[in-house]
């Protein structure tokens, strides 16, 4: 009999979330926020300080000491080139200062003894010229050698490839048993904290990035940001007809975005919404009209006499004002203002 009470318990529990219908739940109608003249443009977040270390001598690499994502300090060992062939240069480097030694000893002892035979009578002048010239010869020579030497060892040391600054490896160019050759990419580090939008602006819209009274940067953790610091470069570009823009945002909003990552910017202006090339004003519902599941964002929308979930492409968060909507909703579009209650059996929309 326990068995059976239980097996009825479970199938009153199962059917009790169908019971709970919400006959009649709430619309609203979609529209646009309150906005002012401009345009929105997508961009990319880029390290303020980012280097790509590149190889300087030739060579298998034998070890990849780092993957992405690895901090480092500066000066550690990012990759290990074969360094035989430089060792075997910097041997040669050192035979050829001693053999230049040897020879320089040789030529001074000549152009000493040389110097007392003709105090004696017994040379001629032009003997003692020639054997002088010999020796600032040699000299010269052992300085060449000795620079050589010197270049050989720089060499050697270019076969460990270290981190310039403290940072995060980006990405990694090369793998163990790769051929390394001379400026050829081993890794990418970048400095966490310190990061830039960098958006390229059409020719077009060039004065109405000029003259916005403000830019907004939406990351891709739903914060609006503003640059501490924006740059125009002077060039554009002959082929896409744009102008690179460099936003400087605060270290304390990028916390957790990464370079790579994109981004929205909105460069607003004074001028009417109804100018003539200024953007609409965004679409914004509430954020509890949205549902979140995952990787889906989504709202309810009114047809007929029911809701259908629709999937929305979301922007940033404006707190009060609602939730940006980028796509998959058109203003005049009826809504769930509750996806929660919008999600039950048989919710309808409210007459």
């Known amino acids: 009999m326990g068995i059976k009470y239980r097996s009825i318990l479970w199938a009153t529990l199962a059917f009790l979330p169908a019971l709970a219908v919400a006959a009649d739940v709430p619309a609203l109608t979609v529209q646009r926020g309150a906005g002012s003249g401009g345009f929105e443009i997508d961009g990319t977040?880029?390290?303020?300080?980012?280097?790509?270390?590149?190889?300087?001598?030739?060579?298998?690499?034998?070890?990849?000491?780092?993957?992405?994502?690895?901090?480092?300090?500066?000066g550690q060992l990012l990759a290990r080139i074969d360094e035989r062939d430089t060792a075997a240069g910097l041997q040669r480097s050192e035979a050829a200062v001693a053999q230049a030694q040897a020879e320089a000893t040789n030529a001074r002892i000549n152009a000493e003894r040389t110097r007392e035979l003709r105090a004696q009578g017994f040379v001629s002048q032009a003997a003692l010229d020639v054997?002088?010239?010999?020796?600032?010869?040699?000299?010269?020579?052992?300085?060449?050698?000795?620079?050589?030497?010197?270049?050989a060892t720089l060499a050697r040391g270019f076969a460990a490839v270290t981190a310039p600054f403290d940072g995060i490896v980006l990405a990694t160019h090369l793998d163990t048993g790769d051929l390394a050759t001379p400026g050829r990419p081993v890794a990418t580090v970048y400095a966490p904290g310190a990061l830039r939008a960098v958006v390229l602006v059409?020719?077009?819209?060039?004065?109405?990035?000029?003259?916005?009274?403000?830019?907004?940067?939406?990351?891709?953790n739903g914060k609006s940001v503003t640059p501490i610091r924006r740059t125009e470069l002077g060039t554009t570009d002959p082929v896409s007809q744009t102008i690179?823009?460099?936003?400087?945002?605060?270290?304390?909003?990028?916390?957790?975005?990464?370079?790579g990552q994109v981004v929205r910017v909105r460069f607003v202006s004074a001028a009417s919404a109804s100018a003539p090339g200024a953007a609409e004003a965004p679409l914004l519902v509430p954020a509890a009209a949205v549902l979140r599941r995952g990787e889906l964002t989504a709202v309810y929308v009114a047809q007929g006499d029911a809701y259908v979930l629709r999937a929305v492409r979301l922007g940033a968060d404006r707190g009060a004002q609602g939730v940006t909507v980028l796509a998959g909703?058109?203003?005049?579009?009826?809504?769930?203002?509750?996806?929660?209650?919008?999600?039950?059996?048989?919710?309808?929309?409210?007459?």
Do not use: C, F, H, Y
Not at 209 to 217: E, G, L, P
Not at 329 to 339: C, N, Q, T, V
């Open 45 to 74: 977040l880029q390290a303020l300080r980012q280097a790509t270390v590149a190889a300087q001598v030739g060579g298998n690499v034998l070890q990849l000491a780092v993957k992405a994502g690895d901090r480092v300090k500066a």
């Open 131 to 151: 054997a002088q010239t010999q020796w600032q010869a040699v000299q010269a020579a052992l300085q060449q050698a000795q620079a050589g030497r010197t270049q």
């Open 202 to 220: 059409g020719v077009s819209r060039a004065e109405a990035a000029r003259t916005a009274k403000s830019i907004d940067v939406d990351l891709p």
């Open 244 to 259: 690179e823009w460099r936003l400087d945002l605060p270290p304390v909003a990028t916390e957790g975005a990464m370079p």
């Open 329 to 351: 909703l058109k203003p005049g579009e009826r809504i769930a203002a509750d996806a929660m209650k919008a999600g039950l059996v048989d919710a309808r929309p409210a007459k």
